[in-house]
């Protein structure tokens, strides 16, 4: 073969070769590219499931700031923090949430003046106007039993006996304890820091027995003021002794101490109770109405004492609140402590600043104390998983809790000329042109509160039962309305409108 062709010959096979290669080359990148791809959308998936590293999704903190804590008496509230995702912290700490079992507001340890927006103390500055026995009882409200302090009100009170010589009394000062029924002659008018009060000596019984009623009782808001009752439960406390024949040596007829006799227990409740499953409440109301007693009344003579012991001591929260950067860190859950006369007159005794929620002496009482504690983290906002609740800041989190279009009512009024000219007007004040920034954050943590409310129902600002009873209201101009100040005028405006809206939001 000559030069030439062999020449060209090896040529063709180099270009193959060449050819061939490119190709391999080719394949292998393309294959190459593929499996990065394949890796590069592995790895967003991995990043998409994987937890945010941002401030709200970080595991929330609660201190719980207590002495003696090995004995287990908050078991169940940290049982219940444990289960929606907090994880224990100090004071050093930033916590979240500091629930405190004594009033924290004298603990120079805790540092509450200056909070930040997101955490929650479970008490509110000037409580003790409330949970103070002392100071309750002078409050001079219908429903409370009268009351002398001493030794500032002695000639009043010998006055008082001169003209009622056989009333009996108990002497009784803020830590409650040695409670004995007393005659005039017996009570001993120089002891200070006591007051002396009226006896109830004709209780409605059951079974024979003296009972108290305790409500718990959430405070959420001052200024303005919301108030919630657990709807669901009542804890019934039943003294272990009948009270006829009646001796007050034996105060176990008449005092309810740690050792009460339980509702499962009492034979006229205890079938409802225990094979039926209703609540105590319901065990407690089923009974009486069988005794042709009313019931409805009784229930709202218990939420007006609640709603009025409130109003009337507001201005003192006001006062104690003032000292610190906002009132919207605080919530307080409190427990009424009621009984009732043979006429089912309400009267109120005390209200428990910290009320017992071990379940040491009736571990029965478990599920009832973590249920009342779970729904009152959610009614405040400290049980919304995922995040602290409503932040006051404007972000698409908290949009999809809680926006603009949620809280805006009386679109009739608001869109007419009058609410366009002056925001001064009643009529006007709650279009959302005319809200302020805190006004808007006031009923949008209002909002929250009702659908996470749960068990608990609002008494404050009080219900209006359906949309005709809030039809009404609007119409007459209710004269209790003008009593109130500025913001609970505001938001008492604000949930009648909701109310006139959609009929859940009535109650």
Request: hydrophobic share 35%.
């Amino acid at each position: 073969m000559p030069y030439r062709a062999l020449r060209r010959l090896g040529c063709h096979r180099d270009l193959r070769v060449v050819f061939v290669l490119v190709l391999c080359i080719g394949a292998m990148l393309f294959l190459s590219n593929i499996y990065q791809l394949h890796m590069m959308q592995g790895q967003c998936i991995c990043k998409l499931q994987q937890p945010a590293t941002t401030e709200s999704s970080q595991q929330p903190i609660v201190c719980i700031h207590a002495l003696n804590l090995q004995t287990g008496y908050l078991k169940h509230v940290t049982n219940v923090f444990s289960r929606i995702g907090y994880k224990r912290g100090s004071p050093n700490d930033s916590w979240d949430v500091l629930w405190v079992h004594a009033y924290p507001f004298v603990d120079k340890q805790l540092q509450l003046f200056n909070l930040k927006w997101h955490q929650k103390v479970n008490h509110f500055p000037g409580g003790g106007y409330v949970t103070r026995k002392a100071s309750l009882a002078m409050a001079d409200l219908s429903f409370i039993p009268r009351s002398f302090k001493i030794p500032e009100k002695k000639d009043a009170l010998l006055n008082y006996i001169k003209i009622h010589p056989d009333q009996k009394w108990v002497q009784k000062s803020n830590n409650h304890r040695g409670v004995r029924i007393k005659t005039s002659e017996e009570l001993n008018l120089t002891n200070p820091n006591t007051f002396v009060q009226e006896y109830i000596g004709n209780p409605y019984l059951i079974d024979g027995r003296m009972f108290d009623i305790g409500l718990y009782v959430t405070l959420t808001s001052i200024d303005p003021l919301r108030v919630y009752v657990h709807e669901a439960e009542w804890l019934l406390r039943f003294c272990p002794h009948e009270y006829y024949p009646f001796d007050p040596q034996d105060i176990l007829k008449y005092v309810i101490t740690d050792n009460y006799l339980p509702v499962w227990k009492v034979d006229s409740l205890s079938r409802s109770y225990n094979d039926l499953k209703a609540s105590a409440k319901v065990s407690l109301l089923t009974y009486m109405k069988n005794q042709g007693k009313d019931t409805e009344k009784l229930q709202n003579d218990l939420m007006s004492a609640v709603r009025e012991v409130y109003l009337t001591m507001e201005k003192h929260f006001i006062a104690e609140t003032n000292a610190y950067a906002s009132r919207r860190n605080f919530f307080e859950m409190v427990r009424f402590d009621f009984i009732l006369d043979e006429h089912l007159k309400v009267y109120l005794l005390e209200v428990n600043m910290s009320p017992n929620l071990s379940s040491a002496h009736f571990p029965r009482n478990k599920l009832m104390y973590e249920q009342v504690v779970f729904s009152m983290f959610s009614l405040v906002g400290i049980a919304r998983q995922g995040t602290a609740g409503y932040t006051q800041r404007v972000t698409d989190e908290t949009n999809m809790q809680v926006s603009d279009r949620d809280v805006s009512v009386y679109a009739d009024q608001c869109s007419s000329k009058l609410c366009e000219d002056d925001c001064t007007l009643q009529a006007c004040r709650v279009c959302l042109p005319c809200l302020g920034p805190n006004d808007m954050d006031t009923v949008k943590l209002a909002y929250l509160e009702h659908i996470n409310r749960k068990t608990w129902k609002r008494i404050f600002p009080s219900p209006f039962t359906s949309q005709h009873m809030a039809t009404r209201w609007r119409r007459d101009n209710n004269s209790e309305f003008a009593k109130l100040n500025s913001k609970n005028r505001l938001m008492t405006m604000w949930f009648l409108g909701k109310c006139l809206q959609d009929d859940s939001w009535c109650s």
